[in-house]
Nanobody, 125 residues
Framework: QVHVVESGGGSAQAGGSLRLACAAS????????MGWFRQAPGKEREGVAA????????LYGDSVKGRFTISQDNAKNTVFLLMNSLKPDDTAMYYC??????????????????WGQGTQVTVSS
């Protein structure tokens, strides 16, 4: 059974940086499509970034382009989200997701069926 676990959330000042990590386990194939999403109270879940760990260009949501970078460490089955120039609007619960059967690099939550528990990111002004 495929699992993903997020880590690295916390608090930061506006303009600061945080790095999130998502460790995947339980998959029998070498490469995954993985996505980062966030959800603030009262708002819909928003796609932040997505990547195919076997290559190809990652996708970014418009609100984070130029500030966030998704990357991977395939040896550790881990995907990272480096968040720079943080804004108070980035405050949300951040989730990592993947799919246990298909692989589509997408910012749509419906493209994934395995989700982590989330990690909170809070940015103060």
């Amino acid at each position: 059974q495929v699992h993903v676990v997020e880590s690295g959330g916390g608090s930061a000042q506006a303009g600061g940086s945080l790095r999130l990590a998502c460790a995947a386990s339980g998959h029998s194939y070498g490469r995954l499509c993985m996505g980062w999403f966030r959800q603030a109270p009262g708002k819909e879940r928003e796609g932040v970034a997505a990547i195919y760990t076997g290559g190809d260009s990652p996708l970014y949501g418009d609100s984070v382009k130029g500030r966030f970078t998704i990357s991977q460490d395939n040896a550790k089955n881990t995907v990272f989200l480096l968040m720079n120039s943080l804004k108070p609007d980035d405050t949300a619960m951040y989730y990592c997701a993947t799919h246990d059967e298909t692989c589509v690099v997408s910012l749509r939550p419906s493209a994934y069926n395995v989700w982590g528990q989330g990690t909170q990111v809070t940015v103060s002004s």
